[in-house]
Nanobody
């Protein structure tokens, strides 16, 4: 069983920055795809960013491209989401997700992922 631990959420004014981190402590195998999803109140869960196991398998949703970056420390099954120039529309609960044996691709659905974190809240005030 994989347990995902998220950290780094918080409250910032519009234009501010936050960095989210997700790790899988104690899991010794490589998680082939790790990702961030978010869900705002009353809205569907949406994909934000994906990170596979090589440098060319990172993807960002159109809504965050140019403001967010995702990076991966493969050896530690850790992903970091650097969020800059935050907007009020980024306010949501952010969830880390992972899957052991499937590859990442842009637009991968939530159903692809076997493991989920508890979520970390990001609030951006306008």
């Amino acid at each position: 069983q994989v347990r995902l631990m998220e950290s780094g959420g918080g409250s910032v004014p519009a234009g501010g920055s936050l960095r989210l981190s997700c790790t899988a402590p104690g899991y010794t195998y490589t998680l082939r795809c790790m990702a961030w999803f978010r869900q705002a109140p009353g809205k569907d869960r949406e994909a934000v960013a994906f990170a596979g196991t090589d440098i060319n398998s990172s993807y960002l949703a159109d809504s965050v491209r140019g403001r967010f970056t995702i990076s991966r420390e493969k050896a530690e099954n850790t992903i970091l989401l650097q969020m800059n120039n935050l907007e009020a529309e980024d306010t949501a609960m952010y969830y880390c997700a992972a899957v052991g044996h499937r590859y990442c691709y842009l637009g991968a659905p939530a159903g692809l992922f076997d493991y989920w974190g508890q979520g970390t809240q990001v609030t951006v005030s306008s």
